[in-house]
């Protein structure tokens, strides 16, 4: 815990890095707008002149000029990644319709900037937690070994999720995002309800047994003053003291370390399996080398806690060694979230954050966890897109400076409420809204697409991995 010198000192420093990160967002918009509109001269007002070096893919770039588009994906971009990243989602199932309904982008575009949108406001949500403790255990409030275990899974099946993307039509993604979504949000709901409830059991009890303190309190002080004892005042400084730590010690080095390797080796296997030939012989021994570093690290960590070596301590007294068939079950949910967020193309916080919760972790670890998942996935999907040019940078920029500010702001003002309500649930129902209003945006669009696609008569079956042609890595 911070005293109160600290605490002022950081909410200086915090508003002082706001107001550059606003300054710079301004900058941004204001010197990118003559830029890009130069380019929309020389190639058409729309379309970029890199349309030329691919015979597969055509992209819709829209001008970047000051008005009620500009306004209006501001204003959506900063409440989806707010609430998105308090919920540990990211927001993608907002930015993707907001960018595309919107600003105009094609949908391939708008799911780069997105990406790049989610990278952003996660990667300032995991620098804001990298200084912050469990909200009631001495521990980082990011549950390191839990992510260990589920984020090189979630990996592998964000690669199969990809492949799955390609081959089944759009009606079927369509339909399972709205299924999905509308199931998560219900249950996240629900969880919440039952949390406000024991929240609130929690607090009368709370409640009770301050009246009764407050009585011993009055006796012991009695007691105190007369033989000068001050023992538990020592006691609490100490436990005080305790809890201070750095943000060199509020980090678990090594098995950041790990996760880092996994990031590096598969996001490179999927850069060089993109250059390669569909389907051929070096395509699928790329893919499957992608396996033993998946699953060799989540099964390092599995042993580790099946031996009881590592705990996930963030369940706090729950600390139990957990039997093969429960890690195995987590490293195969791991990989699932994976899959199904790739497959539906919002990523995997939208998994990870309700099954957290649902694995009995603390809503605001579960978040800042989820968070901290999602931004190795997220960040392979950028590096990937920028090496292909598949979005404007300036708008980028932009957006991804409103995604930083709104991460940050939403991070400062939830904690500041779950202060004064004494309530974490509320960050499950940010969760459920943010799940059920991306379902019904995403779904939306998707519905849209399908009309458009019906009405031109165009294939809607299931595609040919080995035969289809605009794959991500195929441009000159």
């Given at each position: 815990m911070m005293n109160e010198a600290e605490s002022k000192s950081w909410n200086v420093k915090w508003v002082a890095g706001l107001r550059v990160l606003i300054s710079f967002l301004l900058v941004v918009l204001l010197f990118s707008a003559p830029v890009t509109c130069s380019h929309q001269n020389a190639d058409q007002n729309t379309t970029s002149a890199s349309n030329k070096t691919s015979a597969f893919y055509e992209h819709?770039?829209?001008?970047?000029?000051?008005?009620?588009?500009?306004?209006?994906?501001?204003?959506?971009?900063?409440?989806?990644?707010?609430?998105?990243?308090?919920?540990?989602?990211?927001?993608?199932?907002?930015?993707?319709?907001?960018?595309?309904?919107?600003?105009?982008?094609?949908?391939?575009?708008?799911?780069?900037?997105?990406?790049?949108?989610?990278?952003?406001?996660?990667?300032?949500?995991?620098?804001?937690?990298?200084?912050?403790?469990?909200?009631?255990l001495d521990l980082p409030v990011i549950?390191?070994?839990?992510?260990?275990?589920?984020?090189?899974?979630?990996?592998?099946?964000?690669?199969?999720?990809?492949?799955?993307?390609?081959?089944?039509?759009?009606?079927?993604?369509?339909?399972?995002?709205?299924?999905?979504?509308?199931?998560?949000?219900?249950?996240?709901?629900?969880?919440?309800?039952?949390?406000?409830?024991?929240?609130?059991?929690?607090?009368?009890?709370?409640?009770?047994?301050?009246?009764?303190?407050?009585?011993?309190?009055?006796?012991?002080?009695?007691?105190?003053?007369?033989?000068?004892?001050?023992?538990?005042?020592?006691?609490?400084?100490?436990?005080?003291?305790?809890?201070?730590?750095?943000?060199?010690?509020?980090?678990?080095?090594?098995?950041?370390?790990?996760?880092?390797?996994?990031?590096?080796?598969?996001?490179?296997?999927?850069?060089g399996k993109n250059y390669t030939t569909n389907c051929s012989v070096l395509f699928w021994i790329l893919n499957l080398l992608q396996v033993p570093i998946a699953v060799g690290v989540s099964s390092y960590e599995a042993v580790l806690l099946y031996k009881g070596k590592r705990f996930i301590t963030s369940k706090g007294d729950q600390k139990t060694n957990l039997q093969i068939?429960?890690?195995?079950?987590?490293?195969?949910?791991?990989?699932?979230?994976?899959?199904?967020?790739?497959?539906?193309?919002?990523?995997?916080?939208?998994?990870?954050?309700?099954?957290?919760?649902?694995?009995?972790?603390?809503?605001?670890?579960?978040?800042?966890?989820?968070?901290?998942?999602?931004?190795?996935?997220?960040?392979?999907?950028?590096?990937?897109?920028?090496?292909?040019?598949?979005?404007?940078?300036?708008?980028?920029?932009?957006?991804?400076a409103v995604a930083i500010a709104a991460a940050l702001v939403g991070q400062h003002l939830v904690r500041k409420l779950i202060a004064i309500l004494g309530r974490s649930s509320v960050i499950i129902f940010i969760l459920a809204v943010t799940i059920f209003v991306s379902g019904i945006s995403l779904g939306g669009v998707g519905i849209a697409n399908m009309i458009e696609r019906i009405e031109k008569k165009e294939y809607m079956g299931f595609e040919n991995l080995c035969t289809y042609g605009d794959r991500t890595f195929q441009e000159d």
């Open positions: 819709t770039w829209p001008g970047m000029e000051l008005g009620w588009k500009i306004t209006m994906g501001t204003i959506i971009g900063f409440l989806g990644s707010a609430f998105g990243t308090v919920g540990g989602v990211g927001g993608g199932g907002i930015f993707v319709p907001m960018l595309t309904l919107i600003i105009g982008f094609d949908p391939k575009s708008a799911t780069a900037i997105s990406k790049f949108m989610i990278t952003g406001g996660a990667g300032a949500t995991v620098f804001y937690n990298m200084r912050q403790r469990h909200p009631t549950d390191y070994d839990l992510a260990l275990l589920f984020q090189p899974m979630l990996m592998l099946g964000i690669s199969i999720g990809v492949a799955f993307n390609v081959i089944f039509p759009q009606w079927v993604i369509t339909t399972l995002l709205i299924v999905l979504f509308t199931g998560i949000s219900i249950k996240a709901f629900l969880k919440g309800v039952d949390t406000w409830k024991q929240e609130t059991l929690a607090k009368k009890e709370a409640k009770v047994n301050s009246q009764i303190n407050d009585i011993e309190r009055i006796e012991d002080a009695t007691h105190d003053l007369q033989r000068g004892d001050r023992v538990n005042e020592s006691h609490n400084k100490t436990s005080q003291s305790r809890k201070k730590v750095s943000v060199v010690e509020n980090i678990y080095w090594r098995e950041l370390g790990l996760l880092l390797s996994v990031w590096l080796l598969i996001l490179a296997l999927q850069i068939h429960q890690l195995f079950v987590y490293c195969v949910l791991g990989l699932i979230a994976g899959m199904v967020g790739a497959l539906l193309g919002v990523g995997g916080g939208f998994i990870m954050g309700p099954l957290f919760i649902g694995l009995g972790v603390h809503p605001q670890v579960s978040s800042a966890t989820s968070t901290f998942t999602m931004t190795f996935s997220a960040s392979m999907s950028v590096v990937e897109y920028y090496l292909l040019k598949r979005f404007p940078l300036p708008y980028a920029l932009y957006f991804v």
